[in-house]
């Protein structure tokens, strides 16, 4: 018998951020290495970034689901206090550069 975990929304949204800082964290760092001029180590480097694109691919699906359900959820009129306003804030700049990395990685390399 499996037993699925599953987190309160709430824990999901409250841990989204710090996943999106990790995982950008972990593209730049992964980016910034120079090229390795041994094949193997070339692939393994081009498997770090693309593993750290698709982890930062699948928490900005994560967050968009999470903001749909959020929008179906609450009655437009309610807002959110002080400290979710600061939450969701921080929620949208990190959305907005894991956006602009992706866009970047996208566009081909000069040279």
Not at 10 to 23: D, Y
Not at 65 to 86: I, T, Y
């Amino acid at each position: 018998m499996s037993r699925e975990i599953l987190l309160p929304r709430e824990e999901l949204i409250a841990a989204l951020p710090g996943a999106l800082e990790h995982a950008l964290a972990a593209y730049r760092e992964a980016v910034a290495q120079p090229s390795a001029e041994e094949p193997r180590a070339f692939a393994a480097q081009q498997a770090a970034c693309k593993a750290a694109l698709l982890h930062i691919e699948a928490l900005l699906k994560l967050a968009r689901g999470l903001e749909d359900e959020r929008a179906l959820q609450q009655p437009p009129e309610s807002s959110g206090g002080e400290a979710g306003e600061n939450q969701e804030q921080a929620l949208a700049r990190l959305l907005s550069e894991a956006r602009a990395e992706l866009a970047r990685s996208a566009e081909p390399e000069e040279g």
